[in-house]
């Protein structure tokens, strides 16, 4: 079975330093992992994802993470923390190799300090 | 013009009463989804439809009817709501199958509450 944890429930950071969100997965097969970002009272929009291309990935808004076979890790990063970041971050991992069933992260909170 | 909305916004209702969330979407995708979002704000899917199809069909109460009267909508019908149902639904929707595509398009969600 496919599940993702994502490390950390809260992270907080202040503006302009960097951002390090922490995410396993577990998969059976070679998985497609996404993150998506979720501003309050919004729907969910996709920052970025892997899929079995080149293991370092851009996203949008500066966003980027690195997918870790051998660690089986996702973690997603930004250089440089902006107050607009503030929110709730999902990783993501696929079901299985061929539904559009996805298996979501418990999320993590992003709070930027001025 | 907003892709994937929801209808209502927010809901507040007594528990035993049926209600209705009503989904569009205006991207021409041809698969959507259900996901409820728990107080804890996990994720899980209900139900996604595909060209109209029935295609997930997760381990959820049979109060809960999906209804896709063509492709760009999908209706959630729930029945004899009770207080455990109090959550966000959101819709989503993609084109093909979301490992081929890689994203949903989620709606702003759907608030309800059951007293």
């Known amino acids: 079975a496919q599940s993702v944890t994502q490390l950390d429930s809260h992270v907080s950071v202040s503006e302009g330093t960097p951002v390090l969100l922490r995410c396993n997965y577990s998969?059976?097969?070679?998985?497609?992992l996404f993150w998506y970002v979720q501003h309050p009272n919004k729907g969910l929009q996709l920052l970025l994802k892997y899929t079995s291309a080149a293991t370092l990935v851009k996203g949008i808004n500066g966003f980027e993470a690195e997918f870790k076979k051998s660690e089986t890790s996702f973690h997603l990063t930004k250089p440089s923390a902006h107050m607009s970041d503030a929110a709730e971050y999902f990783c993501?991992?696929?079901?299985?190799?061929?539904?559009?069933?996805?298996?979501f992260g418990q999320g993590t909170t992003l709070q930027v300090k001025p | 013009d907003t892709a994937v909305s929801q209808t209502p916004k927010y809901l507040v209702t007594q528990m035993g009463n049926d209600k209705s969330i009503k989904c569009e979407q205006n991207l021409g995708h041809d698969t959507m989804y259900w996901y409820k979002q728990d107080s804890k704000k996990f994720l899980k899917i209900m139900f996604s439809y595909n060209n109209k199809e029935l295609i997930i069909n997760e381990t959820v109460p049979n109060r809960f009817s999906p209804k896709s009267p063509d492709k760009a909508h999908l209706n959630l019908h729930i029945n004899s709501l009770e207080l455990g149902d109090s959550a966000v639904y959101f819709c989503a929707s993609s084109q093909g199958w979301i490992l081929n595509t890689g994203e949903l398009f989620f709606g702003e969600g759907s608030r309800l509450t059951v007293l």
């Open positions: 998969s059976s097969y070679s998985p497609s």
């Open positions: 993501v991992v696929s079901g299985s190799s061929n539904t559009g069933k996805l298996i």
